[in-house]
């Protein structure tokens, strides 16, 4: 939830920006992998940025979020370049009467075809936590960080206890960060159904979640950045697992009481140690 004054449509573009490009930093959006988007629920002037309008079906109905704003990345567009120029890569959604389609605004710089192709799961995870949280601001990140995904591709991680007592053990902020932990979803393809269904799932009681063999996604209700956090944490813990794993596993992490003593000193609720 966001506290008004709310954010103005630029400071959002440009926080999606800058949260693109340091996504590109720590290797997590190579080419044009990842994309990004923001729900928010004040009234703003779309027009100024985009004037271009025509109608869209949303990929699912969303009536409860009736004149709700959408700024989604394109289909194709470099999470590097939309600090650049966020309106060639950014498209904007007001969801129409009824939450069946959408006003789509864009703007002439225009350098897409369509919105991402994982809107169906930005959507529907976007719609999940809103119902359920009633915030007036949810941000939703999928990235591609590179040690993460990595660590996927072992079956021993795959496994969620295995995974997060290994990767929430080498810095303090870890746990502080993701008392949650990190959601796993098994293989699945991209932009399907199944995908869809499982970060709606993994995601109530995850703020990040791996996507097997391809990527992760992370969402936050205070801001955009805040969400690339998220994958900064947990990619930062993948690279500590990774280089222990190629030392010969010399590492030996906080250990659970340790962590436990963590999450007594700072007030952190979690269920992993
Ligand atoms: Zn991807």
Known sequence: MIEAPYPELDDLLK???????HLADIEASEGAAGNISVCLRWPIEPRTRFPLISEIELPQPVPELV????????????????????????????????????RLYTSHHRRFERVTSEFNSHLAVHYDQICASNTNFH????????????????????????????????????????????GFIPFQIPSSKELMTANIESLRTHRIVIWAKHGAMARSDVSVKR????????ETAAKYENLNLSDGEIGEGLSPDEIRSICRTFNVQQNIF
């Open 67 to 102: 004149g709700d704003t959408f700024l989604v990345t394109g289909s194709g567009r470099r999470l590097r370049e939309i600090m650049d120029e966020p309106t060639a890569s950014i498209a904007c959604i007001v969801v129409n009467e009824g939450g069946l389609t959408g």
């Open 139 to 182: 941000g939703i990140i999928h990235a591609q960080p590179l040690h993460l995904t990595y660590l996927s591709h072992i079956p021993r991680y795959q496994d969620e206890h295995y995974l997060n007592t290994h990767l929430l053990r080498w810095q303090p902020e870890t746990i502080i960060n993701l008392p949650e932990g990190i």
């Open 15 to 21: 926080m999606m920006g800058e949260a693109g490009r």
């Open 227 to 234: 969400a690339a956090d998220r994958v900064e944490y947990a």
